[in-house]
């Protein structure tokens, strides 16, 4: 069911008389079940919207849209698709009270994949949803594979009615429809030759597979175990010997080495993260792969006088571990002392190392009596898009109490953007 959050003022759905808790029914008699039917639908220059208005009055609006003017309406959120899986990793399970309420929620949703780079496992999609992803093109979609053999991948996911990937995959290639792909490893299961199969099997679909990436599996205090259990050195390094063997050859045919190492992969196998060329074009940093050398990148070319300012840089302790040298590096370029606080993650354990996951009193705790700091830094990701931290303090709250400014930043350099020199 559809409904209008907002509409814009002087806008086409100001115009024909479209408010707030309007819900859209159908354009040219076709029904609109989410958003996606409502963008693709009124993409067209001429239609005929129905709806029922606030009151229950049914009424029917002939709209033309000039090509690129929006119609200026803020749809309700949708409501997600759940996941049908049960995986022993899974983030959700166990989470304690009194976190963002959308973190107890289990999506599985092929839709925020396409719209949002979510990863999805495709196994909650019947034969309406995969026509739909390839009449609407909704390409590339993120796909958690973890392994392309059904047994043992039915067992990470702990569901015995998943469908055969490899054939889903296949279709949707076949139709247009793109992937960039991840397996998180989980040693003892999908590892050692598992691991070299699927990557065999993925690579064997063809350039429509865009990317690989292997993330070494992550569990919190509160996952109540099960057969899940973090790699160890040796079993991280033999993952990216399997990496590299099938990269070399995609290099090669390819021109992009198209399987990569997570940046968590690479730190767990002490081993030194590979240069900035080997990502390419970074395909999911937002997956944790090459962020490190990412980083390194874009404070290259930074230049900002900053010099008599202490600034304080707050992250997790994954990249905790590589940014001394970044920040070294930026106290030549600007003249600031740096100074980094590299904080546990308190609310689900220290094998937690990802930033974006750090609770917004932990940030609160290390920002407490430092009126010696200008400026601290934290992880833009630690926030969602209405200003949250993953235990509902907000960004607000937090810059609020704090006796030292507090900026959110992805790539450090991003703080800086009104004092460059």
């Not at 396409?114 to 590339?140: A, C, M, Q, W």
Request: glycine residues 10%; negative net charge; contains cysteine.
């Amino acid at each position: 069911m559809l409904h209008v959050k907002s509409v814009q003022k002087c806008s086409i759905a100001e115009d024909i008389g479209l408010e707030p808790g309007t819900r859209l029914l159908a354009i040219d008699g076709r029904e609109l079940r989410d958003f996606l039917d409502w963008e693709f639908l009124t993409a067209e220059s001429e239609f005929v919207l129905e709806v029922q208005t606030p009151g229950g009055t049914l009424v029917e609006y002939d709209v033309e849209r000039p090509e690129g003017f929006p119609l200026g309406v803020e749809l309700e959120p949708p409501e997600v698709i759940r996941c049908d899986n049960r995986c022993d990793f899974c983030f959700v399970k166990g989470n304690p009270k009194g976190l963002r309420k959308a973190l107890y929620v289990k999506d599985d949703d092929y839709r925020l994949s396409f719209r949002y780079g979510n990863f999805v496992t495709l196994t909650n999609l019947e034969t309406h949803d995969l026509d739909r992803i390839v009449e609407y093109k909704l390409s590339p979609l993120y796909v958690s594979v973890h392994s392309t053999n059904l047994d043992v991948r039915r067992r990470l996911l702990r569901n015995p009615h998943a469908p055969d990937l490899m054939e889903q995959m296949a279709f949707l290639l076949g139709n247009g429809i793109e992937f960039h792909t991840q397996i998180v490893l989980q040693p003892g299961i999908n590892d050692g030759a598992e691991l070299m199969q699927t990557l065999e099997d993925l690579y064997s679909l063809g350039e429509g597979v865009f990317s690989v990436s292997v993330v070494p599996v992550g569990l919190t205090d509160r996952n109540d175990g099960g057969f899940a259990r973090k790699p160890m050195a040796d079993e991280c390094r033999a993952a990216i010997l399997a990496v590299d063997t099938i990269a070399s050859r995609a290099l090669a045919a390819r021109g992009t080495h198209w399987a990569y190492g997570s940046d968590e992969l690479f730190l767990n196998a002490k081993l030194e993260i590979p240069p900035a060329e080997r990502y390419d074009g970074f395909e999911q940093l937002e997956n944790g792969v090459g962020a490190f050398r990412y980083f390194e990148l874009k404070i290259a070319g930074f230049a900002a006088d900053l010099r008599g300012k202490t600034v304080g840089l707050a992250t997790g302790t994954a990249m905790g571990r590589l940014f001394p040298d970044i920040l070294s590096k930026l106290q030549d370029q600007t003249g600031a002392r740096f100074e980094l606080l590299v904080l546990e993650n308190g609310l689900f354990g220290p094998s937690v190392t990802t930033a974006g996951l750090l609770p917004g009193r932990q940030f609160s705790g290390a920002c407490e009596g430092r009126n010696d700091l200008d400026l601290m830094l934290i992880p833009a990701e630690a926030v969602n898009e209405d200003g949250l931290f993953v235990d509902d303090v907000s960004f607000a709250q937090l810059s609020a109490a704090a006796p030292v400014e507090i900026r959110m930043s992805y790539d450090i350099v991003d703080a800086f953007e009104g004092e460059l020199a």
